[in-house]
């Protein structure tokens, strides 16, 4: 199966952790990132993709456990 996942928030040393984590549990960066600015704060977001073999997905398919 294909997984699909979207991290977004303060550019920041959370952020880079998030991604990171991903990343050292087989997803692959999907994209480069993209920034905004709120006014306030830079918010950062980054695509990410795994595939999972022997997997099928199904709507009921928790994402956040891979």
């Known amino acids: ?3 699909y ?3 977004t928030g303060p550019d920041d040393e959370t952020f880079c ?3 990171s984590d991903k990343l050292n549990r087989g997803w692959q960066l999907h ?3 993209t920034l905004t ?3 306030r704060t830079v918010i950062a977001g980054q695509a ?7 997997e099928v997905f199904t709507m ?6 891979y």
């Open 1 to 3: 199966m294909k997984l």
């Open 5 to 7: 996942s979207c991290i």
């Open 17 to 19: 952790k998030r991604v």
């Open 31 to 33: 994209g480069g990132p």
């Open 37 to 39: 600015f709120d006014g």
């Open 48 to 54: 990410l993709v795994k595939e999972v073999e022997g």
């Open 60 to 65: 009921d398919t928790t994402i956040s456990a």
